[in-house]
């Protein structure tokens, strides 16, 4: 691929298409360091400001990602996830031959307040189990998450069952629950000093607040989940069908 100085389409645009390409063919692999922009600029005769405004732009659409002082290297591809499936975080991970990673931060109970008694739809004061974990996908901070479980589900739960696998197991196998359907939200939000740090990312970096409301099959909801995701590394992707006249 070469770039056409007479073209209507923008030089920094058109060297944003031969990065994109290399990187898709493998010349520029996961991990690697990018030429500098001096390379690039004798490469094709084109100016710094071009060179720098096709590499900024693929940085904030997460193909590249900039190490101080070091340089600019190709990332590794987001991860592609379904919203039409009730799986958990581990058997996304499972299903696309990623290792699924647990860091736990706390597993406590509380009493539910006002709001997560009105979402859970339980009696005031009733005791849920309130799980935080940083999920991992092999060995890099995906999202962090936040369950509450109402207490009666599954009394026994502990930090060992939760801090190195899967939540659903447990309730499948332990409690013995049918994992049945979930309502699930999306909405964008910018990542605090606090997320930052868990998901190894800039503070306000644009990460996914996603929130599941989840039942068993006897409709009694048994799951409220808020979960933030790294927005440079997850897309999220449904299909649509038409109105049928
Ligand atoms: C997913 C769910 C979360 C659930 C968890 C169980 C979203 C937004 N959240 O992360 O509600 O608790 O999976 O995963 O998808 P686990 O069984 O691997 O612990």
């Known amino acids: 691929m070469n770039i056409d100085k007479s073209s209507v389409v923008p030089i920094y645009y058109q060297l944003k298409m031969v990065i994109q390409e290399r990187i898709k063919s493998g010349q520029y692999a996961v991990g690697m360091c990018l030429p500098s922009e001096r390379e690039f600029c004798e490469e094709y005769g084109i100016s710094r400001m071009t060179v720098r405004q096709a590499i900024s732009d693929l940085v904030k659409e997460g193909l590249l990602y900039r ?4 340089g600019t290297y190709v990332a590794s591809p987001k991860i592609e996830q379904g919203l039409t499936k009730l799986t958990s975080f581990t058997e996304d991970m499972l299903n696309r ?3 699924p990673g ?8 509380i009493k539910a307040d006002e709001h997560l008694e009105k979402i859970l739809q339980v009696e005031p004061g009733t005791l849920l189990h309130e799980l935080s974990r940083v999920r991992l996908a092999d060995d890099e901070p995906m999202a962090i998450e936040r ?10 739960l502990s930090a060992e069952q939760v801090a190195h696998g899967s939540l659903y197991e447990v309730l499948r196998k332990e409690a013995h629950l049918t994992i049945h359907e979930a309502v699930q939200s999306i909405e964008a939000t910018l990542a605090g000093p606090h997320e930052a740090e868990l998901l190894n990312i800039k503070p306000k970096s644009a990460v996914m607040l996603m929130k599941r409301i989840t039942q068993n099959a006897n409709g009694e909801i048994f799951e409220y989940a808020e979960s933030i995701y790294r927005g440079d590394r997850y897309i999220f992707k449904t299909k649509l069908y038409a109105n049928t006249p």
């Open 67 to 70: 190490e101080r002082g070091k």
């Open 97 to 99: 031959n990623v290792k």
């Open 102 to 109: 647990v860091r736990l931060v706390e597993l406590k109970q």
């Open 147 to 156: 369950v509450y479980v109402p207490v009666h589900f599954y009394p026994a």
